[in-house]
């Protein structure tokens, strides 16, 4: 239950190291009697140390560095296990989940609900995206614990390259088919007998923040944009 | 306090918790936490339709590492409570600018949240070095209390500026239905251009573009 607030400590300093820590502290309050009071506080130190990786992802380090932990691994070598682990345990999950399944299961949820049924999208949505999401987060902690120092294996496994390999694709086939259709529903939506004038304003705001000022963004742009109209109109009411 | 204003207000925070400190189950998403919000307002149309329009700006969103991105939860809380039980060709464009303007202050108000995060960590350095549990659990806390404390605060934000906008200063319709296209287009764009970004740099395009084919197929046959 406490992976599910890992990253509530959140900060510049320590990443998700607090949360982490946190997570990983009913796991390590064994070595109070195992090795003693010490061993304990070294070990939850240790787990409070600077850590970053994807939310859903800290399960499996959390697993990991408490069974290296318990099973008495050197001090030095837990560290050097925590430090493999940000690289793999970040990149994964940002291709897997946030650039992969999220933007893929948004897009299909999207579709549903400017079908006109919004209870079916998100029904659909919430239970295909936390299948997937759950799964990673219990299944981490499960296999880290399993495998400890040998937590690379669980990393390794079939099911997650083939996702990492097949996520760009899914989510590309998913938003593809969501942009036309939300786009001409968004038209007929603020502007039945003047789609095009969507489309103009679509095609240069793309362009803005493609290429001219990707820093910008969508947001800023449509603000920036309703800022301008907001003080045209009161200069030209 | 009316029911349906102590609803959205536990909504709001629901969903602005579930953004990073809770169980990130995805109910912040614009599309699942405007409808809902359109639901408590009576009008499921008008929160699904605001929603919506905010999910094509999260679809650019990559939440990545020390990322700062806008809290579109309780934007869409806040442009929900906007449009419900209005005119939508009036409403949706305010409601959606303003629901941007939540989102904005949202992310500011998170980039303060993990600054005073890393001074209480920074603060409480010597006894989590030393392995204190119960500096660990306060620090932890903590951040988490400080995370509910902001989503009350935007979304009261934002449902105080929803009321100002539809009681007090509704925008005049010249610039209602301006607003209207912007939202929808640069929205639209948003989303195009965070579909390219996602699967360009990886070969996906294909992909892409075949759902773009399929999708424009759809478009035309219903």
Do not use: C, K
Not at chain 1, 6 to 17: D, K, L, T
Not at chain 1, 181 to 190: K, N, S
């Amino acid at each position: 239950m406490r992976l599910f607030t890992v990253q509530a400590s959140w900060n510049y300093e320590r990443m998700v190291g607090i949360g982490v820590g946190f997570a990983t502290e009913p796991l390590l309050e064994p070595l109070r009697d195992e090795r003693g009071d010490e061993a304990h506080r070294a070990a939850l130190a240790r787990a409070a140390r600077y850590f970053n990786a994807h939310p859903y992802f800290t399960s499996f380090a959390v697993g990991a560095q408490a069974r290296a932990e318990r099973d008495g691994v050197p001090p030095h070598q837990v560290e050097r296990l925590r430090q493999a682990l940000v690289a793999p345990l970040g990149s994964m999950g940002d291709r897997l989940v946030w650039a992969g399944w999220l933007p893929a299961t948004a897009a299909i949820g999207l579709l549903l609900v400017v079908a006109g049924h919004p209870w079916i999208g998100i029904a659909a949505f919430l239970l295909l995206y936390n299948a997937f999401h759950l799964a990673i987060r219990i299944g981490g902690l499960v296999g880290g614990w399993r495998l400890g120092l040998d937590v690379g294996r669980a990393l390794g496994r079939r099911e997650l390259r083939w996702g990492l390999s097949a996520a760009p694709a899914f989510a590309g086939l998913a938003l593809g088919l969501a942009l036309p259709v939300v786009a001409r529903w968004g038209a007929m939506l603020v502007a039945p007998g003047a789609w095009w004038a969507v489309a103009v304003v679509g095609a240069a705001a793309f362009a803005v923040t493609r290429w001219f000022l990707p820093a910008l963004g969508g947001l800023r742009l449509a603000l920036a944009l309703l800022t301008i109209g907001a003080i045209a109109e009161v200069l030209w009411p | 306090m009316s029911t349906e204003l102590a609803l959205l207000l536990l909504w709001g925070t629901v969903v602005g918790l579930d953004l990073v400190s809770g169980p990130q189950v995805m109910v912040a998403r614009p599309f699942v936490a405007g409808t809902v919000a359109g639901a408590v307002l009576g009008d499921v149309a008008a929160g699904a339709t605001v929603g919506a329009i905010l999910e094509l700006y999260a679809l650019d969103v990559l939440p990545v590492g020390a990322a700062r991105y806008p809290d579109y939860g309780p934007a869409a809380v806040a442009a929900a409570a906007t449009a419900a039980n209005a005119p939508l060709a009036m409403a949706l464009g305010p409601a959606v600018g303003l629901g941007l303007v939540i989102g904005w202050i949202g992310e500011v108000a998170m980039h303060q949240l993990r600054r005073a995060n890393a001074r209480r960590v920074h603060r409480a350095a010597t006894e989590l070095e030393a392995g204190d549990a119960a500096v660990l659990r306060r620090v932890h806390w903590f951040g988490l209390w400080g995370d509910m404390l902001r989503s009350v605060t935007v979304t009261g934000l934002g449902l105080g500026a929803a009321f100002a906008l539809r009681e007090l200063a509704p925008p005049p319709m010249r610039l209602a239905v301006l607003a209207g296209v912007v939202v929808v287009a640069v929205g639209i764009a948003t989303a195009a251009g965070g579909a390219f970004r996602l699967t360009g740099s990886r070969g996906a395009v294909s992909w892409l573009a075949a759902g773009v084919v399929a999708g424009l197929v759809l478009a035309v046959l219903t």
